[in-house]
């Protein structure tokens, strides 16, 4: 009787913070959608389209590091999804949007093979000439420097997941 009594209290003082917790976050969230009317982030689109052009590669890199070739297939669909539409093109530079398309006609060949290790390191290596051939690079130097370090991570994995290093 006594462990019914306690647990009723632990309950009812759970429900009061989540309840006070939601009314936080909705003031929290009404005062952000307010500065964001009054001052966008005008990198914001910079860094979705960023994001665009590196994580179906960063995804199918860690996939075949791990043999996923499901995931791999469903990063490949994503690649060609944003192929079809036009964003490498709209959001690369000219020349990398052009020879863009051959390394990824290679990557499919491989996945074609079952390569893993070699789907990998080349999923790596378009991950990197995609942030080297990022148009609007310039206005997030940062990030894209902090993309490079992610690449050599990759790039380091990838290597290490060779045949023959």
């Known amino acids: 009787m006594k462990t019914i009594k ?9 429900f009061t913070l989540s309840c006070q917790q939601k009314k936080s976050e909705s003031t929290q969230s009404k005062l952000e959608v307010n500065k964001s009317i009054v001052k966008p982030e005008p990198n914001k689109i910079v860094f979705e389209n960023l994001d665009m052009i590196l994580s179906p590669f960063e995804d199918m890199t860690e996939f075949a ?25 709209k959001t690369m530079t000219a020349e990398g949007g052009k020879s863009l398309n051959p390394k990824i006609a290679k990557l499919k060949e491989l996945i074609s093979q079952n390569n893993f290790s070699q789907i990998a390191l080349a999923s790596t290596d378009i991950f990197e000439f995609n942030i080297s051939n990022f148009a609007d690079g310039k206005l997030i130097e940062n990030q894209i420097r902090i993309e490079h370090l992610d690449y050599m ?10 045949d023959k290093i």
């Open 6 to 14: 306690i647990l009723f209290i632990c309950m009812a003082m759970i």
């Open 65 to 89: 590091l791990a043999k996923n070739k499901s995931g791999i297939l469903k990063s490949l669909t994503k690649i060609e999804d944003a192929n079809a539409k036009g964003i490498f093109e």
């Open 153 to 162: 991570g990759f790039k380091t994995l990838a290597l290490s997941d060779q």
